[in-house]
């Protein structure tokens, strides 16, 4: 998944305005216009369309804790500069608070079966014997989980 992808679903599913957009980016202390956000928003087709940055995504995600959880005491977490599938799914469980569970709840509201020992794995250190890399399908699943359960009368499938 490309990281216009994620922000497109988790934009659509927590029902979030480009205004909000801006403001989550402002919780990691970074500054973005609207003017960007409505262009990383557009479809890659679009003469117009930006290509949204790993640093940028983490950005986003940081603020979504924030604004999910509250700022920590100290200094702010400081953005990745890479991403993976991996460290998107970990900053979603965390700004959502989810315990395995949960998760694995939100998996099968799209007929996604996982168990918390696979689970388990896309969250451990990448040297780590028992890590997993999470691959596009999981990640995809996760955030159509998210959006049945956070938009569950909206028959939409897309972000």
């Not at 995504?57 to 999910?68: P, Q, S, T, V, W």
């Not at 977490?77 to 599938?85: G, H």
């Not at 998107?88 to 918390?116: C, G, H, P, W, Y």
Request: glycine letters at 4%; one cysteine or more; aromatic letters at 8%.
């Amino acid at each position: 998944m490309t990281n216009n992808d994620v922000l497109r679903r988790l934009r659509y599913t927590f029902d979030l305005k480009d205004s909000t957009v801006v403001e989550i980016f402002a919780l990691a202390d970074a500054i973005v216009t609207d003017a960007q956000v409505i262009a990383w928003l557009k479809k890659d087709e679009d003469k117009n369309f930006i290509t949204l940055k790993d640093a940028d995504l983490a950005l986003f995600l940081n603020g979504f804790i924030n604004l999910k959880r509250g700022k920590r005491d100290g200094e702010p977490a400081a953005p990745e500069k890479s991403l993976n599938n991996n460290m998107v799914f970990q900053k979603l469980r965390i700004a959502l608070n989810l315990k395995a569970e949960d998760i694995v709840d939100i998996l099968q509201r799209v007929d996604f079966t996982l168990s918390k020992h696979e689970l388990s794995s896309f969250f451990r250190k990448p040297d780590n014997k028992h890590y997993r890399e999470c691959k596009d399908q999981i990640l995809r699943n996760f955030l159509l989980g998210l959006q049945s359960q956070f938009r569950p009368n909206d028959g939409n499938t897309e972000a």
